[in-house]
């Protein structure tokens, strides 16, 4: 008997170069929108029962959330860095609060959606910090990669 395995890449609505939200605001891109389309795009997708998650960062809420409702659907779930309980201010690296706190001001919308302000940075840190250790990419390439969509 063969495995059929379909790995698919989402990328949740107005983040990067996903569609944006025609009205955005203070009330825009919250955890109920992005689960409406999440939901929306995984039912048109109809994948059955056996379904593996594997999810990051702020997005592994959203699939936590879609496989506890779904629990007869979901296989498994590989997660990276997740946030599995609520953290305060004062647990957090000190050298990155000030950023993540900028994500929840004014400015926070335009950093992330406009300007996708945390992806090179956090993407090469690993480099630089084992450059020794790990094989040197181009990251403008896997960038393009990335931010391709294939359509059937």
Known sequence: M?????????????????????ATGPDSYRFIHHRHYLNGFLDALEL?????????????????DWANRNRDRIAGIAYMEAIVRPVTWEEWPEAATPIFQAFRSPAGE?????????????????????????RW???????????????P
């Open 110 to 134: 335009e950093m992330v959606i406009e300007k996708t302000f945390t992806l090179k940075p956090y993407y090469l840190y690993p480099f630089f910090e084992n450059y020794q250790t790990m």
């Open 137 to 151: 990419l181009n990251i403008d390439a896997h960038l393009e990669t990335l931010n391709t969509v294939a359509q």
């Open 2 to 22: 063969g495995f059929l395995c379909i790995s698919i890449a989402l990328d949740l609505i107005g983040m990067s170069d996903s569609d944006k939200l025609d």
């Open 48 to 64: 059955g029962d056996h379904v593996t998650f594997v999810i990051h960062d702020w997005g592994s809420a959203l699939g936590f």
